[in-house]
C-alpha cells in the first residue's frame, strides 16, 4: 500500500524511524518533522533518510530507497520528503480527503509503531473532537498510538487520507 516506514540510517542500523504516506505522483512521502530530525549526538549516518516498503503486511518492509527533505515544519510537525530514484507512478498513493470529519467519525490509524515486529499495524478509532492549534486544524482521536506510528495516515472508513498521526 501507500504506507512507508521512515527510517534515520539504513534499516538494520537505524537511529530512530516511524511511518508516512506516500502522496503525489508517488514518488512523494508525507510523515511528521520529529520523525526525519536527528537527535544531538547522532553519527552523521543518521542524517541519511531511507523508505521502506512492504509488498505483504505481514511482512517487513523489502524495497528500501533513499530520500530527501524538501520541507519541514516543526510547528505543525509535518516534513514533505521525496523519494530518491523512484519513476512517478509507479508505486501506490493514498488519496486525501479534504472535507473535515464529523466527531464519532470512524477512523484508522495504519503504520509500523514497533510493537510486535516489525510490520504494518492498523488500529482503529473514532473523532473525539478538534484542536486548532499555530494556524491548523488537528482531529482529537481516542486511538492508542505507539512511537513508531508517527507520521502514519490516518484514514476515513473509505481508506481516503484525514490526517497525520502525531503526539
Do not use: W
Not at 466527531?103 to 478538534?130: F, H, N
Amino acid at each position: 500500500g501507500a504506507v512507508v516506514n521512515v527510517t534515520l540510517g539504513p534499516p538494520g542500523d537505524e537511529c530512530s524511524g516511524g511511518s508516512g504516506v506516500i502522496i503525489g505522483d508517488g514518488t512523494y512521502v508525507l510523515t511528521n518533522e520529529h520523525v526525519i530530525s536527528p537527535n544531538a549526538g547522532d553519527p552523521s549516518f543518521c542524517e541519511s533518510i531511507f523508505i521502506g516498503i512492504t509488498t505483504s503486511s505481514s511482512q517487513p518492509p523489502t524495497q528500501i530507497f533513499e530520500a530527501e527533505v524538501l520541507a519541514a515544519d516543526p510547528v505543525r510537525d509535518l516534513a514533505l520528503l521525496r523519494i530518491i530514484a523512484v519513476t512517478p507512478g509507479s508505486l501506490p498513493v493514498m488519496i486525501p480527503r479534504y472535507e473535515t470529519l464529523p466527531i464519532d467519525s470512524a477512523v484508522r490509524v495504519i503504520g509500523y509503531p514497533g510493537v510486535g515486529g516489525e510490520t504494518v499495524t492498523l488500529t482503529r478509532g473514532q473523532i473525539a473532537g478538534y484542536l486548532d492549534d499555530e494556524g491548523g486544524q488537528f482531529y482529537k482521536v481516542d486511538i492508542v498510538l505507539n512511537r513508531g506510528n508517527s507520521g502514519g495516515p490516518m484514514v476515513d472508513e473509505s481508506g481516503n487520507l484525514v490526517g497525520i498521526a502525531t503526539a
